[in-house]
């Protein structure tokens, strides 16, 4: 049984900059592929990015983040990271860290996950 905790989530203004720390327990954390999804106020959990089980592979929901979000994991310390640079009021949601079979191809949907942190939140004010 793996346990995710997320962390680093908090309030900041448009163009500010946070990063969230997911760490991992109770299992292998390089079995597993791990995502980065976001659920906005009465909206749905979406997919934000994935990184494979050895940091070498990233996917974006959208391209377009790349200049402005960054993946990253150390699987020597069981954890997981998204830089989040320049952010914007419609960044705000709770975003919350998953792992999934390494051998899994796919990042989506959120069901295929088997493990999900608590959630951190995360406002951008205008």
């Known amino acids: 049984q793996v346990q995710l905790l997320e962390s680093g989530g908090g309030t900041v203004q448009a163009g500010g900059s946070l990063t969230l720390t997911c760490v991992g327990s109770?299992?292998?954390?390089?079995?597993?592929?791990m995502a980065w999804f976001r659920q906005p106020p009465g909206r749905d959990r979406v997919f934000v990015v994935g990184?494979?089980?050895?940091?070498?592979?990233?996917?974006y929901a959208d391209d377009s983040n790349k200049g402005r979000l960054t993946i990253s994991r150390d699987n020597t310390k069981k954890a997981m990271y998204l830089q989040m640079n320049n952010l914007k009021p419609e960044d705000t949601a709770t975003y919350y860290c998953?792992?999934?079979?390494?051998?899994?191809?796919?990042?989506?949907?959120?069901?295929?996950?088997?493990?999900w942190g608590q959630g951190t939140q995360v406002t951008v004010s205008s």
């Open positions: 998953a792992a999934i079979n390494a051998g899994r191809r796919t990042y989506v949907p959120h069901t295929i996950y088997d493990y």
């Open positions: 990184i494979n089980w050895s940091g070498t592979s990233r996917s």
């Open positions: 109770g299992g292998t954390f390089s079995d597993y592929a």
